[in-house]
């Protein structure tokens, strides 16, 4: 994902005319408006809206507001005033199952001619949802006075058409033209032809007829006598291609409850999690939630979204770690990013792409400045370990589902993903997979710490390309061992055999050459002119999961990650204190990113570490009782716990985002060691722990072979015990202490 550190400066509005060289990795603008303002997120497939407490969309520099489709802002502002008046917030409410949006607010004191309107007499009920490309809502006006009430209810809106980028803060030299709105009875249509010779609009349809429809403005005239209500529908849809079919209200009513069937449908795939602890509950509930809102169907099954606002599109690397943190759960979600990933290999050399054959996509958008190339990434893969983990992915797919069928149609493209790790990934035939951008423009870092200042040495010089990453030799260990078994599977040993050879050759070749005695870790990476970055980080914990690491190192990064330098008491920091460039407000160096945390915890428990995992669990769900709707965010601060206070924010941090939200699930596989064998039909739970604040715990419907069981967890002294609750078909589970 292009993460960057972010910006200082306020994004430019999108109006600016004023030239100036892409930022260095795209940072997402930050102003203190941005950071203290509390926004509501909602999506559905390519369409997203941030709204704020109210309900309202609002536009300013630093804000990013607004309803979005594939990556273009179709309203950049939609605000709700009585009277003149903005409404009073009583508080704002997005539904667990993220469905809907609700604001209740009331009226200020109002002068009426010729009466005066005490404040609260009024209740303002605005519900709002997305369905395929519209955004819908509803507002619902109530008269708690004694006396009738005449009212005038505005709604504003415009639309700016702004490219994601320059919501994010890029500059651009010139735009598009915005056409003149057109009214016709109660829609508006908004337009804007952009330099890449599309026409992007944004029709707005308001119900009842408005009193008054001008190119930014609606205005109704309610009569309401004591204790009515009148309902008021707006319905804005972005690229429409038809005529619409119902009528507002009409379209509302059955659009919401197709979305609410629609969630329960594509959640119920998962197997549910239920425990003692009732707010581990919510959690968990508001992780599966997240996930399945950032789901979008494609033509290969459902895909999840990296995050919102910033990165609501699909990411090689995201999708790939998500579907590894949810496959115990759901693995449908493996099966859909693998097939979406193969449609879209690399099969050419395109050095504006950064793509190589055989090369797995790092991202994809689709606005202005994409189709134009004023930046990189229509269809970019500037990443480096999207390929290696793309076959990881296939291996434990394989493992998980026992589905052949689908692995062995991807095995061409496992074979041109492994082609591309030792003809393109090792530039310099030394037997490491090393990175450089071959577009100027492209991202500098192209792991997943891909700041332009997150790898460096020592003394806190940035390294020079190319760049071999540790954890990524590890991922190519894994890759070449899980295409091994691949090949096995579907009857090519002697592929099977090549790769398990490599895979020992590049296991020895890097624990010569990347492990640090003195710093008892492995170097973050080798610079271009093979030397070490010796600086102790996150990055070593992710091999823990791949196998390349003999079992005594691994108890030494083990107690270097749990230390103090490393380990905040929420989780564990991508950089230590001590290094040249830790910064607990850096974005990649000195933060926690809950995802990183949920990868190392699952090599802890791989490398036996079991206390360790639970641990790391304990602090990233103490860190969610802190966070709005219990919900992790991408990242926070890695300033050192402290007694009654909860996790400094990062204030630009994308909330939900896929990989966060399948952290405490992923956790929760980790502490309980799950594994699974279709082959047997056999659930495995191998040496569980229970973390600290979980005495019990039901798992229901765990899927495997066609059969289905649900078990409860339950924890005996400091063992766990385990008991099957109902089996449907011939499904074993065993426990091993």
Not at 76 to 91: A, K, N, R
Request: glycine letters at 8%; a negative charge; one cysteine or more.
């Amino acid at each position: 994902m292009d993460h960057q550190p972010e910006s200082t400066t306020p994004a430019s509005t999108p109006t600016s005319a004023s030239a100036e060289p892409p930022h260095d990795g795209y940072p997402v603008g930050a102003s203190a408006i941005l950071a203290e303002r509390r926004l509501h997120t909602l999506k559905f497939g390519d369409l997203f809206g941030v709204f704020d407490q109210n309900g309202n969309i609002l536009n300013g520099p630093g804000i990013a507001d607004g309803l979005y489709c594939l990556d273009t802002r179709h309203l950049s502002s939609l605000t709700l005033t009585i009277c003149g008046q903005p409404p009073i917030l009583l508080s704002a409410t997005l539904r667990e199952n993220n469905a809907t949006l609700s604001c209740d607010l009331t009226n200020p004191d109002l002068v009426l001619d010729p009466h005066k309107l005490d404040h609260d007499q009024l209740h303002v009920r605005r519900t709002l949802f997305l369905r395929h490309q519209t955004s819908y809502e509803r507002i619902q006006v109530r008269n708690y006075d004694v006396e009738s009430r005449t009212i005038t209810v505005e709604v504003g809106f415009s639309a700016d058409f702004a490219d994601l980028f320059e919501v994010r803060g890029t500059r651009r030299a010139r735009r598009g033209t915005l056409r003149p709105p057109q009214i016709d009875g109660d829609t508006v249509l908004l337009a804007y032809d952009g330099l890449d010779d599309r026409r992007r609009t944004t029709r707005l349809r308001f119900a009842p007829l408005p009193d008054s429809l001008t190119a930014n403005r609606a205005v109704f005239t309610l009569a309401l006598k004591p204790g009515q209500r009148q309902l008021i529908h707006i319905e804005a849809s972005c690229n429409p291609e038809r005529a619409p079919e119902r009528g507002v209200a009409e379209s509302f009513l059955f659009s919401l409850v197709e979305a609410r069937r629609g969630l329960r449908v594509s959640s119920a795939r998962a197997a549910a999690i239920a425990s003692s602890n009732e707010i581990f509950n919510e959690a968990i509930r508001r992780c599966i939630c997240d996930i399945y809102m950032l789901l979008t169907e494609k033509p290969d099954g459902p895909y999840p979204y990296a995050g919102v606002p910033w990165y609501s599109t699909a990411f090689g690397r995201d999708a790939i770690i998500t579907a590894m943190q949810m496959l115990w759960l759901d693995p449908s979600i493996a099966q859909g990013v693998l097939g979406y990933l193969a449609r879209h290999q690399a099969d050419r050399i395109d050095p504006v792409a950064d793509a190589e054959p055989g090369k797995i996509l790092h991202e994809v958008r689709h606005g202005e400045m994409a189709e134009l190339g004023e930046v990189p990434f229509r269809h970019y893969y500037g990443s480096v370990d999207s390929t290696p983990l793309f076959v990881m992915l296939a291996g434990e797919y394989l493992e998980r589902s026992g589905d052949v069928a689908t692995v062995a149609r991807l095995w061409p493209n496992i074979e041109r993903a492994i082609g591309w790790i030792n003809d393109y990934g090792d530039r310099d035939d030394d037997g490491f997979v090393e990175y450089g951008r071959r577009n100027e423009n492209g991202l500098v870092n192209q792991g997943w710490k891909d700041s332009f200042d997150s790898i460096f040495h020592a003394d806190g010089a940035l390294a020079e390309g190319p760049i071999a990453l540790c954890e990524v030799q590890g991922y190519v260990y894994a890759a070449k061992r899980a295409a091994a078994s691949i090949a096995t599977r579907i009857g090519h040993s002697a592929f099977a055999e090549r790769m398990n050879a490599e895979a020992d050759r590049l296991r020895v070749s890097f624990n010569t050459a990347f492990w640090i005695e003195d710093l008892g870790t492995y170097a973050i990476a080798l610079d271009g002119q093979k030397r070490p970055c010796a600086i102790r980080s996150s990055n070593a914990g992710h091999l823990l999961m791949t196998g390349i690491v003999p079992q005594d190192r691994a108890a030494r990064i083990v107690a270097g990650l749990m230390g103090r330098n490393f380990f905040s008491g929420w989780g564990i920091r991508t950089i230590p204190v001590g290094e040249a460039r830790y910064n607990p407000m850096a974005y990649h160096n000195g933060s926690v990113w809950p995802h990183d945390n949920a990868l190392i915890a699952l090599g802890f428990a791989r490398s036996g570490f079991k206390d360790d995992a639970a641990r790391v669990f304990d602090g990233l769900f103490d860190a969610a009782l802190y966070a709005d709707l219990r919900r992790l965010p991408e990242l926070f601060c890695g300033f050192a716990r402290q007694r009654g206070e909860g996790p400094v924010r990062y204030p630009v941090a994308c909330s939900p985002q896929a990989w966060a939200a399948a952290t405490i699930p992923s956790l929760m596989q980790a502490a309980l060691g799950i594994r699974f064998d279709p082959f047997t039909v056999t659930v495995h739970f191998e040496r569980p722990r229970l973390p600290s604040f979980l005495d019990e715990v039901t798992l229901y419907n765990l899927s495997v072979g066609g059969a289905k069981v649900t078990v409860h967890l339950q924890r005996v002294g400091t063992e766990v015990a385990l008991n099957v609750i109902e089996r449907h078909g011939p499904i074993k589970v065993q426990l091993t202490s």
